[in-house]
Every structure is written in C-alpha cells, then in structure tokens.
C-alpha cells in the first residue's frame, strides 16, 4: 500500500487498493488519510473522493493543531500585547506601569513624579511605545543634558525611563531592548562639593540653634535631613551609640519609618561628643517634647519640617551669610560624615550601615574616591610578605 506525505507534521493519504499511486486519479476507490492528534495517537479516517479533499482534511487538523499549541498561544497572547500597547503613548503606558507599583513608598512616589512631569514627559510622553529604540533613548538623554538638567537628576530620570521600557520590552513589545547599547548619565560624585573643616566652622557660626544643630546631626552621625528633623533623647542608646529609628516624611509630615527599612527596623550610628555635646546642649536650652527636640516653629504639635532648614539655608545664602562654594547644597554635609569617615580608614562596609545605603554598592559608587590608595598599601604589605 502505497502513501503519499505532505509537508513534516501534516500525515499522509493513500487509497487502500491494488492499483498504484500513478492510477489513483482514475481509481473509483476512495481516499483514506492518517495523522497524529494532539495526543500522539495515530489517526485514520476515509471516505474523500479527491486527493485535493484529502489534503484539504489533512490541512484543517493540521492548522487546528497548531493553534491549539501552547507556543502558538503564547505568540498570539504576545501579538494582542503588542497590539494593545505598543500604540499607547509613553505617558499612557508610564501611567498604567506606575499603578502597578504598589510597594512604593509616598516620598519616592512624589519624587517619580516629578520626574515623569518636569523631566520625561516633556521629551517622550506623547511617542508611541512601539517606536522607542537605542536612538530614542539617547536622543532623551542629549535633551536633558543640552537643557542643563544636573547630573544626579539626568541619573534618576534615566532610571525611571529604563524601569518602565524594561517592563515593556518583558511584554514583548520590542524585539530588542531599546536601552541596548545606550550610554547612561554618569554621575560624577567627585563634583560633589564636601566642605572642609573650616567651612563646617563658618556653618556654625551662621544661624539659629536650630540649623546648628541640624548640621551638628548631619555632618557628625550621617544622617539624612528627615532623619535629623526626627532628633529624639530617648534614642541616645549609649554615651556614643544614636539609634535612628525613623524619619519625618517629606510628603506626610509625619514620623514615619526609615527610607529602605521596614516599620520598626533601626540603624545604630556613631555618636560623637561633639555631636552628643551638642544634643544636650540644645535640649537644655530649649526643652523636648516625648523626647523630639525639633517641632514645627507654628505648631509644636506637628514634627519640625525639613524644608525649614532647606529654607534658612536658602535665605542665609541670598543674604550672604552662609559662605559656601558654587555646588555645596544640603546634602554635602552627609557627604561630610562619610569623606570623615572614610579618609580615617573606617571601612566602607560600616559606612554604608551607619549612612542607610540599600546595599554597598551605593556607598563605592559615591564615595569610592575618598577611600585611601588601599590597593597600593595592600601592594606594600604583599611585597613584604613575599620578600620574607
């Protein structure tokens, strides 16, 4: 009995006769057909006149099996995906990604937003998903930098952007990734203005007690500005031992836990005498309330506020009383405690505890300059190991 096959996967028909396949176009016997169900088992079936119904039959299952397939189905739920999203614009796409983003806290989410509105927005939020590309990307960043948009922001803007074309190119939106060979911003931290001893001096001397102490928090326990703003007694753990518990909220105003800690979780710092000295002194002045020595300057029922001291520095500035170079901001004084620290050979590994950083990553990418030449003493003491 002779067979006929088609195309790999399709089966075959035949005609159950003594008459040879050259004869079966005049044979009154019928076509028979034979394939595998999508179970593998063998299947037979007669009764088609032509060989043209026969392949036609054999087509049917065989298409029939292919969409049943679940790489057939995975490939038309990609295909609806494209078709969905890929002509949203980057601002529709952007708005259903962020709602996505539930673990979020309020402050980063205030901060995303600034940066979609002020930053992203503005440059791509009208283009359409499909047509973002390694050219578009850097298109984006050439913008920022030919607005002057500083070099930390272009960072954290570009990550935004990044986070959200990687969630779409996992849908399957691109065939390739549009970040694919792009150049990211690169913050330089050594543009970061530290201030030497003798400024911290002159930052002392300028202000109210309340911006003394403030720069007293920062510069000598590494903490953040909402974490000052949170200063408590009761967190005095030992004669050098501040516990940092918790932070006032930029965006609730209100206590609330540490950026990358859970509810209840802590950090140990340094706590220097100076530091301490300082503490003491200005509860001695000025008295605290459960513990916090800050409170808003119109509501001692509401914590103090950071952009309070934000603001003072801000006027001490226009005024000239506060002397600091082009480029020293807030944050410097943070940047202070770890160059402190560092250039004293505390290792980095306590540094990144002591100063909140997710991970130590963080804590090399920012300061990995102010280490000491580690790698040139480790050569010394090597060449001194081997000469003996």
Same mark, same amino acid.
């Given at each position: 009995?002779?067979?006929?096959? #088609?195309?790999?996967?399709? /089966?075959?028909?035949? =005609? %159950? ?48 099996? *292919? ?30 990604? *962020?709602?996505?983003? &539930? ?12 940066? @979609? ?15 973002? %590309?390694?050219?578009?990307? %850097?298109? $984006? ?6 607005? /002057?948009?500083?070099?930390?922001? +272009? ?11 990687? %969630?779409?190119?996992? @849908? ?8 694919? /060979?792009? !150049? ?13 001893? +003798? ?5 002392? &001397? ?7 102490? #403030? ?43 540490? *950026?990358?800690? =859970? ?21 001695? *002045? ?7 020595? #800050? ?16 603001? +003072?520095? +801000? &006027? @001490?500035?226009?005024?000239?009383? #506060? ?15 770890? !160059? ?23 804590? $090399? ?24």
């Amino acid at each position: 009995m002779a067979t006929k096959r #088609l195309a790999r996967g399709m /089966g075959s028909f035949f =005609k %159950d006769c003594e008459h040879p396949m050259s004869r079966w176009a005049n044979c009154p016997h019928f076509y028979k057909v034979r394939y595998r169900d999508p179970a593998g088992s063998q299947v037979e079936e007669s009764g088609f006149e032509t060989s043209d119904k026969a392949i036609d039959r054999l087509t049917t299952v065989y298409k029939a099996r *292919k969409a049943s397939s679940p790489a057939n189905q995975a490939s038309e739920a990609m295909i609806e995906r494209i078709a969905k999203y890929g002509h949203m614009s980057f601002e529709e796409y952007a708005t259903e990604w *962020k709602a996505g983003q &539930r673990h979020l806290g309020p402050g980063t989410v205030v901060s995303l937003d600034s940066l @979609l509105q002020h930053h992203i927005y503005p440059v791509v939020g009208s283009r359409r998903m499909s047509t973002f %590309d390694p050219k578009v990307v %850097d298109s $984006f960043i050439r913008t920022m930098e030919s607005n /002057g948009v500083g070099l930390a922001t +272009q960072s954290n803007a570009y990550d935004k952007l990044k986070s959200i074309l990687l %969630d779409a190119h996992r @849908l399957g939106i691109f065939e390739d990734s549009p970040l694919l /060979g792009v !150049s990211p911003p690169q913050y330089d931290p050594k543009r970061a203005v530290i201030p030497s001893p +003798q400024q911290l001096r002159a930052l002392r &001397r300028t202000g109210d007690d309340v911006f003394h102490l #403030l720069v007293d928090l920062m510069t000598g326990c590494g903490l953040r500005n909402g974490e000052a703003a949170a200063i408590n007694l009761n967190n005095i753990v030992a004669d050098d031992v501040y516990r940092v518990t918790e932070q006032v909220n930029q965006v609730t105003k209100q206590y609330d836990r540490l *950026k990358h800690r =859970k509810i209840g979780e802590y950090r140990d710092v340094p706590l220097p005498q100076r530091t301490k000295n300082a503490i003491e002194s200005y509860a001695e *002045k000025h008295g605290a309330t459960d513990g916090y020595l #800050l409170r808003h300057p119109r509501d001692s029922g509401l914590p103090f506020q950071p952009y309070l001291f934000q603001n +003072q520095w +801000q &006027r @001490l500035r226009r005024r000239g009383e #506060l002397d600091t170079p082009q480029g020293m901001v807030i944050y410097s004084l943070r940047h202070y405690f770890a !160059s402190n620290c560092l250039t004293h050979n505390i290792p980095i590994t306590d540094v990144a505890e002591w100063m909140g950083h997710k991970n130590i990553d963080v804590t $090399f990418k920012i300061y990995r300059h102010l280490m000491p030449g580690s790698v040139g003493t480790a050569v010394k003491l090597l060449d001194a190991g081997l000469a003996e």
